[in-house]
């Protein structure tokens, strides 16, 4: 149960709760598999160097290769948050192969692909925006199911593009109505200056319109507060005893509690749409 709720505080952005409840996870289970979510807490939490000593001492015990993407991620992260740039781009470019480059991507799997996504937004980060298009290029390219989001990263230029086109379509409307309002000076004038009769309504014609509008705004009214008292109360109680229900099975462990995501690199991917701090 403290797996799940750790689990479920991470993906919701509580990172003192879930480092707290996959602590003690951890110590009542001995599962040490979480090493790099707690790191990532940490760096949530505005604690870098806890983050970096946490993968310091993980990285001793051999991780698996999955478990050593999250921890290269992290470390990389916590040394941006700490403004060491270059010791950041160290750790990926080695975790990359050493100098990689967009055209040496080629077909990894999703590891080096979300590996490769870091160091482009790091790229970005020092300002060297060409390189970084290109690199996002490449993983586009490797990555046509979109799994590490890289798609995000072009949608950006696109929404810039159409409000600049939106922008010079608005000026034009407006110097089209500057053009139009220089005949437009004098009121029920035309084009060409000539005269142009407007109809005239009778005052009373008015009246009896404005109290027609309101009589039937009147009688619609009534409608919507007699459908509105129309509702099944009946059902609105059953719906309301099966809620009860269900709470009490669950609080007696006739329902089973709802399954953990053990695969942490899906885990990791899951709170990157939550903004984590692995961004």
Do not use: K
Not at 148 to 156: C, P
Not at 190 to 201: I, T
């Amino acid at each position: 149960m403290r797996e799940a709720v750790g689990v479920a505080a991470y993906l919701a952005g509580d990172f003192a709760e879930a480092a707290r409840e996959i602590r003690a996870y951890a110590r009542m289970s001995g599962d040490q598999s979480y090493r790099a979510v707690l790191a990532d807490c940490e760096r949530a939490l505005g604690r870098p160097e806890n983050a970096l000593r946490l993968v310091a001492e993980a990285l001793e015990a051999q991780p698996d290769e999955a478990e050593l993407v999250e921890l290269q991620l992290v470390e990389a992260g916590a040394r941006q948050d700490l403004g060491e740039l270059p010791a950041a781009a160290l750790i990926l470019e080695a975790a990359l192969g050493g100098r990689p480059t967009p055209a040496g991507l080629g077909q990894p799997d999703l590891g080096q692909l979300r590996l490769a996504t870091a160091y482009a937004d790091l790229l970005a980060a020092r300002g060297e925006e060409e390189l970084a298009m290109e690199w996002y290029g490449a993983i586009a390219a490797a990555d046509p199911d979109d799994l590490t989001g890289v798609s995000d990263h072009f949608l950006d230029d696109e929404e810039e593009d159409e409000d600049d086109e939106l922008e010079a379509e608005l000026d034009g409307a407006v110097l089209d109505d500057d053009d139009d309002a220089e005949g437009d000076d004098l009121p029920g004038a035309d084009a060409d200056g000539s005269s142009v009769d407007e109809p005239a309504v009778a005052p009373a014609v008015l009246a009896a319109v404005a109290d027609a509008v309101a009589a039937d705004d009147d009688h619609d009214d009534a409608h919507e507060d007699d459908d509105e008292d129309d509702v099944d109360e009946d059902a609105l109680d059953d719906v309301a005893d099966d809620d009860i229900e269900a709470e009490v099975a669950e609080l007696l462990g006739e329902v089973p509690p709802p399954p953990v995501e053990r695969d942490h690199s899906r885990l990791f991917q899951q709170a990157t749409e939550q903004q984590p701090p692995t961004n």
